[in-house]
T-cell receptor
Framework: GAVVSQHPSRVICKSGTSVKIECRSLDFQATTMFWYRQFPKQSLMLMATSNEGSKATYEQGVEKDKFLINHASLTLSTLTVTSAHPEDSSFYIC????????????FGPGTRLTVT | DQQVKQNSPSLSVQEGRISILNCDYTNSMFDYFLWYKKYPAEGPTFLISISSIKDKNEDGRFTVFLNKSAKHLSLHIVPSQPGDSAVYFCAASGTGDYSGGGADGLTFGKGTHLIIQP
């Protein structure tokens, strides 16, 4: 079945640096990919929606200049957290929706970001 | 304002009995509902879904019921097994317009931690 991978699974970075997280659909083409964020003991919050070849659509309250999303191919989307701060520490999860199946979303395993 | 609500943060059920997890939503534009199971530090795993045109969908031990008039859905797990212990998220999607071929991001509830007691 549909598999989505994320890399890295865990990253620790210093405040002020940038971190890139990759999301790949391994066995299907994803026209749409989503990025979610989960704080401890809280729900997953949709950050942005990215469609291959076009600019991402950000949810209200999400800074697009801080969370850069690139969806350059049908199997890869990247999230770059720029000038990271400790409050950006969180669990970031991507999901991918196959072409022609907008109701299906397959989630990656998540990336734990810790900013020191 | 939370559009998808899971009012029980946790639920404890004895092994072999039925687990019932509840979810309420406020946005009448939602037309597709999903349940996910999640372990700590992992991505959600899809369990079962239901379209707004149905009121019940069954898959093995999992059954989802949808009451549109009450904007309520529930997940039934029968019989409950120790491996079912996890956090369960209810999610909703859709404005109903997929003519452009694009998908919608999901709106999640806060989750219910299900604990299956031996």
């Amino acid at each position: 079945g549909a598999v989505v991978s994320q890399h890295p699974s865990r990253v620790i970075c210093k405040s002020g640096t940038s971190v890139k997280i990759e999301c790949r659909s391994l066995d299907f083409q994803a026209t749409t990919m989503f990025w979610y964020r989960q704080f401890p003991k809280q729900s997953l919050m949709l950050m942005a929606t990215s469609n291959e070849g076009s600019k991402a659509t950000y949810e209200q309250g999400v800074e697009k200049d801080k969370f850069l999303i690139n969806h350059a191919s049908l199997t890869l989307s990247t999230l770059t957290v720029t000038s990271a701060h400790p409050e950006d520490s969180s669990f970031y999860i991507c999901s991918a929706s196959p072409a022609g199946a907008p109701y299906e979303q397959y989630f990656g395993p998540g990336t734990r970001l810790t900013v020191t | 304002d939370q559009q998808v609500k899971q009012n029980s943060p946790s639920l404890s059920v004895q092994e072999g009995r039925i687990s019932i997890l509840n979810c309420d939503y406020t946005n009448s534009m939602f037309d597709y509902f999903l349940w996910y199971k999640k372990y700590p530090a992992e991505g959600p795993t899809f369990l079962i879904s239901i379209s707004s045109i149905k009121d019940k969908n069954e898959d093995g031990r999992f059954t989802v019921f949808l009451n549109k008039s009450a904007k309520h859905l529930s997940l039934h797990i029968v019989p409950s097994q120790p491996g079912d212990s996890a956090v369960y998220f209810c999610a909703a999607s859709g404005t109903g317009d997929y003519s452009g071929g694009g998908a919608d991001g999901l709106t999640f509830g806060k989750g219910t931690h299900l604990i299956i007691q031996p």
